[in-house]
């Protein structure tokens, strides 16, 4: 069977307005802040970044949020439509949207307005009512008068203008997670008596107008895409019969109903809808989707959490929504539409949903990939040229060194792998048996279907010794053999009643009875939840003042996971662990105590290989231990170098 007998659905063209897209795949919007702090024009890397997706077959490429008004944007990432009267900006639009659209891709700007939401600090948030925040109860919200309705559908109108002017091929209004349409259509914030609130017609109207009149300033067959939270998610707010109500409203208006989910402006929880994670179902949202497009003739979009091929075919196949659309997706991995289509499925990166690329953007202004080396380094990508062909071996088989060997074949080198355990994967194969972490194996898959498909000569049960690096003699050696874990030099650290963080995964009948996790960073949260959820009596001690939560705090709150922090193990007991508190010495009983206190360096292993080869290069948790997004890029890059200088 060839690919598209295979994925019919996925790769039949659609056409909205009067604009035909090449398939049903749509790159979702997910923001950069990488815009010229004075400029606030997209640059090189901003360019290379859209570009790269646009090369990998996706047929509309959302660049994502546009503040539409200028007092509304709080930081560089929003300007971007909005600094209309900047030459550099509208230059650097035209460039942008030429690189998307010369790929066979569609430009697509996200339109919005933060309304109470506002990153914009001030006395007040302008609002459908008056009120304060939900999250911020300090900000004063103040209802909008009709004179700024007004003014608000106009910006609207005048951005969706300027972008068509620029080379945008479609706009979507974004009218859901809380923005300023989304707080008109919402009983929770729209309090109003006028033609603007009460009725479901009133709360869309806002919406309405501004479809139409785009519609009329920019043509009927201009696109007009309409992002909505299909559900709110929230105490207080609308449920799918909101959504459903919503997109009637629409229906006739918008040429794509975008069927999002979740207000994260009612509460935190919601975000979890909003961008589901590993806690979550791939695909959990579709089902809002699919009830909303039982009551509309428009076409409908779902999104949240998607990438696996089948699943893809099949909401597109059984009718639950006309299009599919990813951020993280493919961010994780931009080929996705041309390898489904050329019949290469088994290469797909497939998204963990771990947030590393949504983190990085907010802490390091990029959007980095725990497992697609490349995000974030496309204009590095486009300077690689080819290289004398080598001979080189990798040390470890762990996410390193599986990348590492992976990229230095596809560079055209002669690659041996040895791992010294008798299965690729290293350290995370701990984890492949636990349910919110099954995307983890399915990497590891990929990684091994790579390797063989690339002929890497791959020998398990193989440690890298001087020895062998003299017997194999390669031009190049990339030591990738990880860490050990961290074992604290304390009274009774080795007792039978001791277990390590990586042993509990993959064997948890070890933990018996009460359970004590020390540390409780990712993973021994992680694994308090997991076992948490399988009914152990479980809690956690960090010696810090806070644990690494991260995107797992409100589970951790759901399932009611202790975490007491400010506390340090001194002594391990046969019926406990004995701590040190800012209140003093406290013992916390248990029969099972897990260390999850990270790992080390193994510096002396890679010293004794450093000299037993010209090029010689370090990658992942040998070099410093952090997380599979560090030791992915490591190894990619210490490839890329090979034969090069």
């Given at each position: 069977m060839n690919t598209i007998e295979r994925y019919p659905n996925l790769f039949k063209p659609i056409k909205l307005g009067n604009t035909y897209f090449r398939n049903r795949i749509f790159s979702a919007p997910a923001g950069l802040l990488d815009l010229d702090s004075v400029t606030k024009a997209p640059g090189f890397d901003y360019i290379s970044y859209w570009e790269r997706k646009a090369k990998g077959g996706a047929a509309s490429i959302n660049v994502g949020e546009c503040a539409v008004m200028d007092y509304d944007a709080g930081e560089s990432r929003y300007e971007l439509i909005r600094m209309k009267d900047r030459v550099h900006n509208y230059n650097g639009l035209s460039k942008l949207t030429d690189a998307i659209s010369r790929n066979g891709a569609i430009a697509t700007a996200e339109l919005q307005h933060f309304g109470a939401a506002s990153l914009k600090q001030g006395l007040f948030q302008l609002g459908p009512s008056d009120g304060r925040a939900p999250l911020n109860p300090e900000i004063l919200r103040r209802a909008m008068t009709e004179e700024q309705i007004e003014q608000v559908i106009e910006e609207f109108v005048e951005a969706a203008a300027y972008a068509k002017d620029r080379g945008f091929g479609m706009v979507m209004l974004h009218a859901g997670h809380g923005w300023l349409l989304n707080q008109f259509f919402s009983p929770f914030f729209n309090q109003r008596t006028d033609k603007w609130g009460g009725s479901a017609e009133n709360r869309a109207r806002l919406t309405v107008t501004i479809v139409d009149r785009i519609h009329e300033r920019c043509g009927k067959g201009f696109p007009v895409e309409v992002r909505i939270s299909g559900a709110e998610l929230f105490d207080g707010g609308y449920g799918v019969e909101g959504g459903i109500e919503f997109a009637k409203q629409l229906d006739g208006h918008a040429d794509l109903i975008h069927v999002s989910a979740g207000n994260p402006y009612g509460t935190n929880y919601s975000s979890e809808w909003t961008h589901p994670g590993i806690f979550k179902d791939g695909g959990c949202n579709v089902w809002l989707a699919a009830e909303i497009k039982k009551h509309v003739s428009t076409p409908v979009a779902t999104v949240g959490g998607l990438s696996d091929p089948d699943e893809l075919e099949e909401i597109i196949a059984s009718g639950k929504a006309d299009v599919v659309e990813m951020a993280r997706g493919l961010i994780c991995d931009p080929d996705l539409p041309v390898k489904l289509r050329t019949g290469r499925e088994k290469e797909v990166r497939k998204c963990l949903r771990c947030f590393n690329c949504i983190t990085s953007m907010y802490s390091?202004?990029?959007?980095?990939?725990?497992?697609?080396?490349?995000?974030?380094?496309?204009?590095?990508?486009?300077?690689?040229?080819?290289?004398?062909?080598?001979?080189?071996?990798?040390?470890?088989?762990?996410?390193?060194?599986?990348?590492?060997?992976?990229?230095?074949?596809?560079?055209?080198?002669?690659?041996?792998?040895?791992?010294?355990?008798?299965?690729?994967?290293?350290?995370?194969?701990?984890?492949?048996?636990?349910?919110?972490?099954?995307?983890?194996?399915?990497?590891?898959?990929?990684?091994?279907?790579?390797?063989?498909?690339?002929?890497?000569?791959?020998?398990?049960?193989?440690?890298?010794?001087?020895?062998?690096?003299?017997?194999?003699?390669?031009?190049?050696?990339?030591?990738?053999?990880?860490?050990?874990?961290?074992?604290?030099?304390?009274?009774?650290?080795?007792?039978?009643?001791?277990?390590?963080?990586?042993?509990?995964?993959?064997?948890?009948?070890?933990?018996?009875?009460?359970?004590?996790?020390?540390?409780?960073?990712?993973?021994?949260i992680e694994l308090g939840i997991w076992l948490k959820e399988k009914g152990v009596d479980i809690s956690l001690i960090e010696a810090k003042e806070s644990g690494s939560a991260g995107n797992a705090a409100s589970k951790v709150t759901r399932v009611g996971l202790e975490i007491v922090v400010n506390t340090k193990a001194k002594e391990i007991k046969a019926d406990g662990v004995?701590?040190?508190?800012?209140?003093?010495?406290?013992?916390?009983?248990?029969?099972?105590?897990?260390?999850?206190?990270?790992?080390?360096?193994?510096?002396?292993?890679?010293?004794?290989?450093?000299?037993?080869?010209?090029?010689?290069?370090?990658?992942?948790?040998?070099?410093?231990?952090?997380?599979?997004?560090?030791?992915?890029?490591?190894?990619?890059?210490?490839?890329?170098?090979?034969?090069?200088?």
């Open positions: 390091r202004g990029r959007l980095y990939c725990a497992i697609n080396p490349e995000s974030g380094k496309e204009r590095e990508v486009l300077s690689l040229h080819s290289v004398p062909r080598k001979h080189v071996l990798v040390a470890g088989g762990g996410m390193a060194g599986m990348e590492a060997a992976i990229t230095a074949a596809q560079n055209g080198h002669e690659v041996t792998l040895c791992e010294k355990a008798g299965e690729l994967g290293g350290v995370l194969l701990c984890e492949t048996g636990v349910y919110f972490k099954t995307r983890i194996g399915e990497h590891i898959e990929r990684q091994k279907y790579m390797l063989e498909k690339l002929g890497v000569d791959v020998r398990l049960n193989t440690p890298v010794t001087p020895a062998l690096v003299g017997e194999i003699n390669p031009d190049a050696l990339i030591v990738a053999i990880g860490g050990k874990p961290i074992r604290p030099n304390i009274p009774g650290i080795d007792g039978a009643n001791v277990v390590s963080v990586e042993d509990a995964f993959a064997n948890p009948d070890l933990v018996k009875g009460k359970a004590l996790v020390i540390g409780a960073g990712r993973s021994g004995l701590c040190d508190t800012p209140d003093g010495e406290k013992f916390f009983a248990a029969d099972t105590v897990v260390l999850a206190l990270g790992v080390e360096p193994l510096w002396d292993e890679v010293d004794a290989l450093s000299s037993f080869a010209g090029e010689f290069y370090q990658a992942g948790d040998c070099r410093a231990p952090r997380n599979i997004m560090a030791a992915t890029g490591e190894g990619w890059t210490m490839a890329n170098l090979v034969g090069r200088f």
